[in-house]
């Protein structure tokens, strides 16, 4: 059967609304009197991934925390992260100004209070008590960033992704820059059935961006898992892990459960990877090396 093309119309439409309504609310900056850098002039790529936990460290919950105490808390958080100098930091349960968590916004905060300048922030959870969501902060000025809310998967609060690029010159002599794509993204903890559905419209969305991709979060799911959701994105969109089988790489609970990962696409190759023990929130910090692929590379 054969639609007319008035109807086809109507229903593109009606696609492009929907996939614009589920949107991420967002904003970008670089903190006033700091000049962000254009050109990250380095033959690797240092990047961090953190649920920060909305500020409450290793607190039972924000809402019992004093405004001063989550600030001292990012204050120790941003040492850790100024001492990982890394080119862009990728942040999970990141608060803007929210009555449960001090009423500051935690990202501006951060920018302000380390040397990552610039920031990208997406709201994916709002009402009157909180705005958070995934953020990415850097040294450099970020291109073409957009967020992205996955569709409302009640009672859990909604997730999502924020993108922004890089350009990279990983050459010793100047060069045209490879543009990098670095992602933050947060999926649901409580059912895989919702993170499946969150990695079926991450992959709609990324499947067309062309060039490397660096995805880093909190994934709430491992490897090893049957019919592992983190492994059928990895296959999706031909993405690699570090070393996905090894211990040693815990990032949250008394279980030593691995729910926070980077994710790399073939043009890219992992030189270095770390958890760190340091305990700035209920995950740790998961931090690694990029390099560029040589055509003679396996």
């Known amino acids: 059967m054969r639609f007319p093309e008035s109807y086809l119309r109507m229903y593109l439409l009606g696609v492009t609304l929907l996939i614009l309504s589920w949107a991420g609310v967002a904003k970008g900056a670089c903190a006033a009197g700091k000049e962000p850098l254009k050109v990250v002039n380095s033959s690797i790529l240092r990047v961090v991934t953190l649920n920060m936990a909305h500020g409450r460290k290793d607190g039972r919950n924000q809402m019992l925390l004093k405004g001063e105490t989550i600030r001292n808390n990012l204050v120790e958080l941003a040492g850790l992260l100024d001492r990982a100098d890394a080119h862009v930091i990728a942040l999970q349960e990141a608060d803007a100004e929210s009555a449960w968590s001090g009423k500051f916004n935690h990202v501006d905060f951060l920018s302000e209070n380390t040397i990552y300048s610039c920031n990208f922030h997406g709201i994916h959870?709002?009402?009157?008590?909180?705005?958070?969501?995934?953020?990415?902060?850097?040294?450099?000025?970020?291109?073409?960033?957009?967020?992205?809310?996955?569709?409302?998967?009640?009672?859990?609060?909604?997730?999502?992704?924020?993108?922004?690029?890089?350009?990279?010159?990983?050459?010793?002599?100047?060069?045209?820059?490879?543009?990098?794509?670095?992602?933050?993204?947060?999926?649901?903890?409580?059912?895989?059935?919702?993170?499946?559905?969150?990695?079926?419209?991450?992959?709609?969305?990324?499947?067309?961006?062309?060039?490397?991709?660096?995805?880093?979060?909190?994934?709430?799911?491992?490897?090893?898992?049957?019919?592992?959701?983190?492994?059928?994105?990895?296959?999706?969109?031909?993405?690699?892990?570090?070393?996905?089988?090894?211990?040693?790489?815990?990032?949250?609970?008394?279980?030593?459960?691995?729910?926070?990962?980077?994710?790399?696409?073939?043009?890219?190759?992992?030189?270095k990877y770390a958890v760190f023990p340091d305990v700035v929130s209920d995950h740790y910090a998961v931090a690694a090396e990029i390099g560029l692929k040589e055509s003679d590379d396996d």
């Not at 933050?184 to 059912?191: C, E, M, T």
């Open 125 to 271: 959870a709002s009402n009157r008590v909180y705005d958070f969501g995934t953020a990415l902060l850097s040294k450099y000025e970020f291109q073409g960033a957009f967020a992205h809310s996955f569709v409302p998967s009640k009672p859990t609060t909604t997730k999502g992704f924020s993108l922004a690029a890089l350009d990279w010159n990983p050459a010793a002599a100047p060069a045209e820059p490879v543009r990098v794509k670095f992602a933050s993204v947060h999926l649901d903890f409580s059912r895989r059935s919702v993170r499946r559905s969150q990695i079926d419209e991450m992959v709609r969305v990324l499947a067309g961006i062309e060039g490397p991709l660096v995805i880093m979060g909190d994934f709430n799911t491992d490897w090893q898992t049957e019919d592992s959701s983190l492994k059928y994105f990895a296959e999706q969109l031909d993405l690699t892990v570090f070393e996905p089988h090894a211990e040693g790489f815990a990032t949250y609970g008394d279980k030593g459960a691995r729910l926070d990962w980077i994710l790399i696409s073939k043009q890219l190759k992992f030189s």
